[in-house]
């Protein structure tokens, strides 16, 4: 509920009685309006003579005296952080985090200009792992949802320039996003920022992948990683935001075996070597279980289907038929949890899941076969069909679902 | 993302909105480290130029086009590619690994050339110096180094005066310490 309702339909709410003048006076206490003195006219104005100062700066930044140039940047990152400081205080705490964030990015331009107004590129990656810790910093002083999110970004541009210009992994910069905000996110979990971190540390891990020139699938070692630690977290939605990402990437990765995987061009740098891959994930898939298990949550071990390592079969048909059938194996799997749990959003994504693997499958299994137009019109009443079939069970769950609320509600006792 | 990232339903704290005095002594902390690690980059630039020892390199034929494509050019030094006959370590170089570059004047000219690659820095006589680089590729009979000194943020100055393709001097400043940078940039005689 937002303020901007309460103060529109509050007086309504009084008249018909469904509140009091009091309570509707305690309810906009609750949402106190932020104090934004300032006006818009003034800050737009702020603006473009921050725009034209600048454009200034920049159009003659080569030809200022390099001390300048020094103090410039300096004078801007001090001016930021204090003007954040400022307004946080005034409670304006939107602009404030603003300035702040605004002070971050500040900083790293800082290095990078000041390194190559010396012409110090290096071949140490201190410099701009300092960005990241400072974003770490001030993302555990703020406690702000919007630091830890630049911090994310800035962490993965760091490692990717490291990776691309230096030639070089840092693995200080993915252990301190890995411990940093990892910490953070488990001390206040968050359902966003869950998601964030997730694609940040997937991110490094497969520059890291990259990096080391190791066959692509050990990427689903870390990625499991980071989906066991959703498993420990207490809170669930941020635990499932932090799980979404890997399986995510299990699904496209198994997904694009299964429609590109016959050419095999590069199987070479496709699978690991078995016996160690599959005790590296076994242990990974033990830590997962028995936090489901501690939490409570054992039948969400079905995810692990979607690694079940199909893609060890070579050669065309067979990889594309264990690919699909690890990928029916999901998909199926969350369609029946779904019904389970009577969860509408669940069904959804179930539906779309499994539709897809059908299409997929169907595109794989029978393109060879078929007369073009007889391919494409039995492969579209084959979708239709099956589509109208899900969209009816999960009508039926969810009309079951609400029936037992109902029931629920009328039997429980009139207060 | 359209959504405010501090919503109504979901504001700070009141005790986290004003910082309380040693969250305000850390952000000080913080802001000072910020500023002096900035001032220690120009400190270690400035300080490598005005301490260190300088001499000169020649580079490979480059290409003005570079300039094209952003405000540096790219640099391939002789010394980027030596032959493996100077390796002087006992094991065979292999990627990633740091190697030292012996450099000495040649006799006729200034500019240095390599006379020894090592994996641990060697000890250096009279005009001799060493530079740190990495061993960037191996074949069978030569390595590709790298030194972080193969980017050059090109002044306005100097900017679209080439060309054609020149070689290069270079002028580099090695610090006691063995951080190394660019001082200077000459062109030589064109290339054709």
Do not use: C
């Not at chain 1, 104005?45 to 030809?63: C, F, I, K, P, T």
């Not at chain 1, 993965?156 to 990892?182: H, K, R």
């Not at chain 1, 207490?234 to 990765?253: E, K, T, V, W, Y």
């Amino acid at each position: 509920m937002s303020r901007k309702l309460l103060e529109m339909d509050g007086p309504e709410w009084v008249r018909r009685g469904v509140i009091t003048e009091d309570q509707r006076a305690q309810l906009l206490a609750l949402y106190p309006s932020e104090a934004n003195a300032i006006g818009l006219l003034p800050l737009l104005g702020s603006l473009l003579v921050l725009l034209s100062a600048l454009s200034v700066v920049a159009a003659n930044w080569q030809s200022l005296p390099e001390l300048l140039r020094l103090g410039l940047l300096l004078a801007t990152l001090v001016a930021a952080y204090a003007g954040g400081e400022y307004f946080r205080r005034r409670g304006n705490t939107s602009l404030g985090m603003g300035l702040v964030a605004l002070g971050l990015v500040v900083f790293g331009v800082s290095i990078v200009l000041t390194s190559q107004l010396y012409q110090l590129i290096g071949y140490d990656l201190t410099g701009l792992l300092a960005w990241a810790v400072a974003g770490m910093g001030l993302t555990w002083l703020y406690r702000s949802r919007l630091l830890f999110l630049l911090t994310v970004i800035i962490s993965g541009i760091v490692q990717g320039y490291n990776t691309g210009q230096l030639g070089a992994f840092s693995y200080l910069t993915a252990a301190g996003t890995a411990l940093g905000l990892g910490l953070y996110w488990w001390r206040r979990p968050d359902a966003l920022l869950g998601g964030v971190l997730a694609g940040g540390l997937l991110w490094q891990a497969a520059l890291l992948i990259n990096h080391l020139h190791v066959k692509i699938t050990w990427f689903f070692i870390p990625a499991m990683l980071v989906y066991a630690l959703g498993d420990w977290q207490a809170d669930r939605p941020a635990g499932r935001a932090l799980q979404g990402p890997p399986l995510a990437a299990a699904f496209l990765f198994t997904l694009g075996l299964a429609l590109f995987g016959e050419s095999d061009f590069y199987a070479g740098q496709l699978r690991a070597p078995l016996v160690p891959y599959l005790a590296a994930l076994v242990a990974v898939l033990a830590l997962s279980v028995v936090g489901k298990q501690r939490r409570g949550r054992l039948s969400s071990a079905t995810d692990w289907l979607l690694l079940l390592p199909g893609f060890y079969f070579t050669g065309g048909l067979p990889l594309a038929v264990a690919t699909l059938v690890v990928l029916y194996a999901y998909s199926g799997s969350v369609l029946l949890r779904a019904h389970q749990e009577q969860n509408p959003d669940r069904v959804t994504l179930g539906t779309v899941l499994f539709v897809l693997t059908t299409a997929v499958a169907y595109f794989k299994l029978t393109w060879g076969f078929f007369d073009k137009s007889l391919f494409f019109l039995l492969g579209g009443l084959l979708l239709l069909s099956l589509s109208w079939w899900l969209q009816r069970r999960a009508a039926r769950t969810l009309a079951a679902a609400n029936a037992a609320s109902a029931s629920a509600a009328s039997a429980a006792p009139k207060p | 993302m359209t959504e405010p990232l501090l919503s109504p339903l979901n504001p700070v704290p009141a005790a986290a909105l004003a910082l309380p005095a040693h969250h305000r002594r850390w952000l000080l902390w913080l802001v000072a480290a910020q500023v002096l690690f900035v001032l220690g980059v120009a400190v270690a630039g400035y300080a490598t130029a005005a301490l260190g020892r300088s001499i000169t390199l020649q580079t490979e034929p480059v290409d003005p086009r570079d300039l094209l494509y952003g405000d540096h050019l790219r640099l391939r030094y002789q010394i980027s590619e030596l032959p493996g006959s100077l390796w002087r370590g006992s094991t065979l170089p292999r990627r990633k690994d740091a190697a030292y570059v012996l450099l000495e004047p040649q006799a006729a000219g200034v500019d240095y050339a390599a006379v020894g690659i090592y994996p641990e820095a060697p000890a250096t006589t009279g005009q001799q110096v060493v530079l740190r680089g990495s061993v960037q590729d191996v074949w069978r009979r030569g390595l590709r180094l790298r030194y972080g000194l193969e980017r050059y943020y090109v002044p306005e100055t100097m900017n679209r005066q080439m060309r054609q393709r020149r070689r290069l001097r270079v002028q580099i400043s090695i610090a006691p310490w063995g951080q190394a940078r660019i001082t200077q940039v000459d062109t030589l005689g064109a290339v054709r």
